[in-house]
């Protein structure tokens, strides 16, 4: 495996200030990073790769190429903090070609409502746009994009095995990609259930080899609530839960604690307040 990494500084620590029409409230904006990578995986035709939530399998005998460019953004302000990030991917597997667009943006409100210490209440906007372009003669050049907007107060906890702790960032289930109808977009242990019309559950295992050959092994148990307010767009209430393990020279296990104090009372609070929109639309 080769993999290239360029990156490029691009109005680091430039910071632009923008005026709401109120005097006293003033916000900033930057560029964090911005950066180019390029990833080459040579393996046979029965190899197996793991990157991050996506796991590709029977990779045909030309191996992968993929090109991945990133950019982010954060903006501050009195009340809102946020971060936006840009990514295109283009992915050249053994029988097509996988053109992949995003767009994220994460902010969290701080002084608006009160939030209990350890807690985060965020918001996300993600969008989706991909082309996949396959020389398979079972599959069909396919376009589809789609958005979602989160809403979620959640709390992790990181608890090692010398009984030492501490507070991670909020992590949420977001896939890197949407299916396509190519096996290799989502892992073989990806399974979704649905309950009614609202209420999913997701549930996939993802495998992670960092850089320093630290294996980090993944459960992810996801359960939402949707609402589908226009085409394409959804909003619901997620709640995670996750275990990993660490296998290193000094192996150590850890556990990753999803525990949002309240989000079973907003979670019955959100769903008569969206079923009865429901209703009037």
């Known amino acids: 495996m080769k993999i290239n990494i360029f990156p490029i500084s691009l109005f680091s620590g430039i910071s632009i200030i923008i005026?709401?029409?109120?005097?006293?409230?003033?916000?900033?904006?930057?560029?964090?990073?911005?950066?180019?990578?390029?990833?080459?995986?040579?393996?046979?035709?029965?190899?197996?790769?793991?990157?991050?939530?996506?796991?590709?399998i029977n990779i045909?005998?030309?191996?992968?190429?993929?090109?991945?460019?990133?950019?982010?953004?954060?903006?501050?302000?009195?009340?809102?903090?946020?971060?936006?990030?840009?990514?295109?991917?283009?992915?050249?597997?053994?029988?097509?070609?996988?053109?992949?667009g995003r767009a994220d943006i994460q902010a969290s409100l701080g002084s608006l409502f009160f939030v209990p210490a350890n807690q985060a209440l965020s918001f996300d906007f993600s969008l989706f746009r991909q082309l996949s372009n396959s020389q398979s003669?079972?599959?069909?050049?396919?376009?589809?994009?789609?958005?979602?907007?989160?809403?979620?107060?959640?709390?992790?906890?990181?608890?090692?095995?010398?009984?030492?702790?501490?507070?991670?960032p909020r992590q949420l289930d977001m896939l890197n990609q949407i299916n396509s109808g190519l096996s290799a977009s989502i892992p073989e242990n990806y399974s979704r259930f649905l309950i009614g019309n609202n209420i999913t559950i997701n549930s996939y295992m993802e495998n992670i080899i960092s850089t320093d050959q630290q294996q980090l092994v993944t459960t992810l148990l996801t359960g939402s609530f949707q609402w589908t307010a226009i085409r394409d767009t959804m909003i619901f209430l997620s709640v995670s839960a996750q275990s990993c393990t660490y296998s290193s020279d000094q192996p150590r296990t850890c556990v990753i604690i999803a525990e949002p104090r309240y989000h079973g009372?907003?979670?019955?609070?959100?769903?008569?307040?969206?079923l009865l929109l429901r209703t009037i639309k």
Do not use: C, H, M, Y
């Not at 964090?32 to 590709?56: M, W």
């Not at 993929?66 to 936006?84: R, V, W």
């Not at 009372?265 to 969206?274: A, D, G, N, V, Y």
């Open 137 to 168: 003669e079972s599959q069909l050049n396919t376009v589809s994009s789609a958005s979602r907007v989160n809403f979620f107060i959640e709390e992790q906890s990181l608890i090692n095995s010398d009984n030492s702790s501490e507070i991670l």
């Open 265 to 274: 009372i907003i979670f019955f609070l959100i769903i008569p307040i969206f």
């Open 19 to 56: 005026l709401w029409g109120f005097p006293s409230l003033a916000a900033s904006l930057s560029v964090a990073d911005l950066f180019l990578k390029i990833e080459n995986f040579n393996r046979p035709s029965l190899g197996a790769i793991s990157r991050g939530n996506n796991q590709i």
């Open 60 to 100: 045909a005998e030309d191996g992968i190429s993929q090109t991945i460019l990133t950019g982010s953004a954060f903006f501050q302000s009195d009340a809102l903090e946020s971060l936006g990030q840009i990514e295109f991917t283009n992915q050249t597997l053994g029988f097509g070609s996988n053109f992949v």
